[in-house]
């Protein structure tokens, strides 16, 4: 029974070595957060996607936007979507967007909304803001809500904060913070190829 | 009895140990998203496991996306993008713009139309920007026609012609294309809407 027994423990260790994988990042500044309980010190960490690519963004991007969840986001596209006065917007890059999204977004990448972007007065023209070239009125601009890969995607607030320097009310601007991730893990259709 | 034991612990080691082997060929061969399955661009993608799990449930998305009242027929096809190298942001910005009209007017803009590149392109050369298609103007013509705004005026628009050329000839600085039109929006109503035979009242 040796042999059996020595096998076993050599495969278990060689399936078993890639859990065995260090901590990563949560955020840009944290690996762990540690907190105490009755005297004992707890800590929390964090497997698989680490920052820079995978930081767990926070709740509210900034002041003035809110944060939606699935049934708002059904709700926004059953209402300022159907009625022509709403946007829901994917900001993950094409590749990804085509292999599925949440029904009814439209793609636009949110290296679009950076100000280094030469064509983004083009861009805020299509929606919905007028004058962009001298003094931008945004009275006809879409209300707009944007989504990512998920809860770990820093593009859709890095694009909101980016569209708020361009002068987008903050009222108009709502965050799916669970994104692509959360909408298929709760078992919600996506629409490919859109 | 010890030699049939013996046996029995051969057998079983024989079948993990191939059963671990064609497990690692297997992962091998087949590399479950490895970046090479993506197509397209090497851009910075999430884990395999959130990308590949939802897809059992996309085959029915059209077929249940298509009651809702939101019609996704014609909306464009996504720009395809050199699969060799990155698209530039200028593609990536107007297949934005065209996914916004689309979906906001129903259709994708036709060249030419607001919104398009063309578009983009035309009024940046209008407003004397530099843009990608556009080289630096040249100042010479103007040195050889400066009587021109002297004699009159007015201006006979010729074929070829475009607000940008005009102010370009006549002051030798393609930023008073927008002053000329501003002049002339009692027979102009976009800038585009110059056509030789006009006659412009220059400012």
């Known amino acids: 029974m040796v042999p059996v027994n020595r096998t076993v423990a050599v495969t278990v260790a060689c399936l078993g070595s890639p859990l065995l994988a260090q901590s990563s990042a949560i955020t840009e500044t944290a690996r762990t957060f540690s907190f105490s309980m009755h005297g004992e010190e707890v800590t929390i960490t964090r497997r698989g996607a680490s920052c820079p690519n995978s930081c767990v963004q926070p709740m509210s991007v900034a002041p003035g936007v809110a944060t939606l969840g699935e049934l708002e986001v059904i709700a926004f596209l059953q209402n300022a979507v159907s009625n022509g006065s709403g946007l829901l917007i994917d900001v993950r890059m094409p590749t990804s967007f085509s292999t599925g999204a949440v029904p009814g977004a439209v793609n636009v990448p949110a290296a679009t909304f950076a100000p280094e972007n030469p064509y983004r007065p083009d861009l805020l023209s299509a929606m919905g803001v007028t004058g962009v070239d001298s003094t931008p009125s945004f009275a006809s601009a879409f209300s707009i809500v944007l989504y990512g890969r998920g809860t770990d995607d820093k593009d859709a607030p890095n694009a909101i904060n980016s569209l708020l320097d361009a002068g987008y009310p903050a009222g108009k601007i709502q965050y799916y913070r669970g994104g692509i991730s959360d909408w298929t893990q709760i078992g919600l259709n996506l629409s490919v190829g859109q | ?203």
């Open chain 2, 1 to 203: 009895m010890k030699h049939t034991q013996k046996t029995t612990g051969l057998i079983r080691m024989a079948i993990m140990g191939t059963a671990f082997v064609a497990l690692t060929v297997v992962l091998l061969v087949f590399q479950p998203g490895s970046p090479r399955h993506a197509s397209g661009t090497a851009l910075p993608e999430t884990s395999v496991t959130r990308v590949a799990a939802p897809l059992e449930s996309v085959v029915t998305a059209p077929a249940d996306v298509s009651g809702s009242g939101v019609s996704f027929t014609d909306v464009a096809q996504q720009p395809v993008a050199p699969s060799s190298a990155a698209p530039s942001m200028r593609d990536i910005t107007f297949g934005a713009i065209s996914n916004l009209k689309s979906a906001t007017t129903g259709k994708a803009p036709a060249p030419g139309e607001p919104g398009s590149l063309l578009h983009s392109v035309v009024q940046r050369s209008i407003a004397g920007e530099p843009t990608q298609t556009s080289p630096v103007v040249q100042p010479e013509p103007v040195a050889a026609k400066p009587a021109r705004k002297s004699v009159s005026d007015k201006y006979f628009v010729r074929p070829g012609d475009t607000l940008g050329s005009i102010a370009q000839e006549v002051y030798g600085d393609a930023g008073m294309a927008s002053e000329i039109f501003l002049k002339n929006t009692n027979i102009m109503s976009r800038p585009e809407s110059l056509r030789a035979g006009m006659i412009v009242d220059l400012p």
